[in-house]
């Protein structure tokens, strides 16, 4: 591991009283100025990851560790650290100028420096218009909104966002996600950010920790994550992913080539992948990396078409093969030529130039 990590978490366990445990020996390290986002499902240990790198929870065992210093017992308002909770968590006898001027007034920033600063603050989350408006005149978007300005007005190293877009409808949320991209890299701040939205992960992060159970399943940046998978887990909650029960049958210089019952796959492996003949492995591969031909050929497997669904660009096709194989299939609309129907058999290839890849447990 660099030694450089602005935030690093080092066997970081949490078991709450029960026995239930939150963090299970998670190792992470935060760099200077990246857009970090935990992403997993409920309960996963999102939130408590989020609260040791705060200070709200202390581990039950490992270490938190703020650019080369052990911070592990540090009080949440000694660390540089500002966070969005999942609650919001505005003080309601405020409105909402004293509620994201909270922290610079104990900053005892100058009163015509913090109204400034509070207004760009609001407007930059589209409520330059609410400024006195009382927390209880607001809906859940709306007070949404206000916490996210009353972290960012302060300016912290680090900016803890626990599903701070959840409340937003479709179009508000993808215009606060540009608007906390671009916050994020023209003020150079380091944000992670949780969320459960593979979608919002994909679209601003610069790296994604995919979680399970409190452990880390994988970190990659979100085109590895979607082109390379390294477990089922991580493949089965980014996108859509076939996952096919497949036989090792040869290899061909750089290419290793399976067989899914009757499709024929084939991925480029690494000099040091090992496979033996025979061996079964767990081949993911994504259904716009299938295609439906209508006639058979060298490499194509039958399959009939249970049914066709409409997803705008494209039409996703549900088939099962003659071994019983359940396979997703999007087909460009324009490429369904000629247009196939449900119970029509169709034969299965793997797109040229497509690859797959294979899964671990
Ligand atoms: N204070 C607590 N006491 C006991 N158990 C807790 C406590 N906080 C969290 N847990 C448990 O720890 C696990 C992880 O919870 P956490 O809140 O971190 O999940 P999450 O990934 O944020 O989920 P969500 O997406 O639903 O917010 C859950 O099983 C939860 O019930
Ligand atoms: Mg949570």
Known sequence: MPQDALLRLEAVSKCFPGGVVGLDSVDLDIEHGEFLSLLGPSGCGKTTNLRVMAGFETPTTGRVVLAGRDITSLRPFDRPVNTVFQDYALFPHMNVAENVGFGLSLRRVP????????????????????????????????????????????????????????????????????????????????????????TEALSISDRIVVMNKG????????????????????????????????????????????LSGDLPLELSADA????????????????????????????????????????????????????????????????????????????VSQRPGASCVILAA
């Open 111 to 198: 009163a015509a420096e913090q109204k400034k600063q509070v207004a760009a603050a609001l407007d930059m989350v589209g409520l330059g218009d609410k400024i006195r408006a009382r927390v209880a005149e607001l809906s859940g978007g709306q007070r949404q909104r206000v916490a996210l300005a009353r972290a960012i007005v302060c300016k912290p190293r680090i900016l803890l966002l626990d599903e701070p877009l959840s409340a937003l409808d479709a179009h508000l949320r993808e215009y606060m996600q540009m608007e906390l991209k671009r916050l994020q890299s023209s003020l150079g701040m380091t944000f992670v950010m949780v969320t459960h939205d593979q």
């Open 215 to 258: 452990r880390i399943e994988q970190i990659a940046s979100p085109a590895a994550l979607y082109d390379r998978p390294a477990t089922r887990f991580v493949a089965g909650f980014i996108g859509t992913m076939n996952l096919l029960d497949a036989r090792f049958v040869g290899r061909d210089g750089a290419l290793l080539r399976y």
């Open 272 to 347: 040091n992948a090992l496979a033996t003949d025979g061996q079964m492995h767990t081949i993911g591969i994504r259904p716009e990396d299938l295609v439906a031909n209508p006639q058979a050929g060298a490499a194509t497997a039958p399959a009939k078409i249970n049914s066709i669904v409409f997803h705008g660009r494209a039409l996703r096709m549900h088939a099962s093969t003659a071994g019983g194989a359940a396979l997703v299939i999007d087909a460009p609309r324009q490429a369904m030529q000629p247009a196939f129907d449900v119970g029509d058999i169709v034969h």
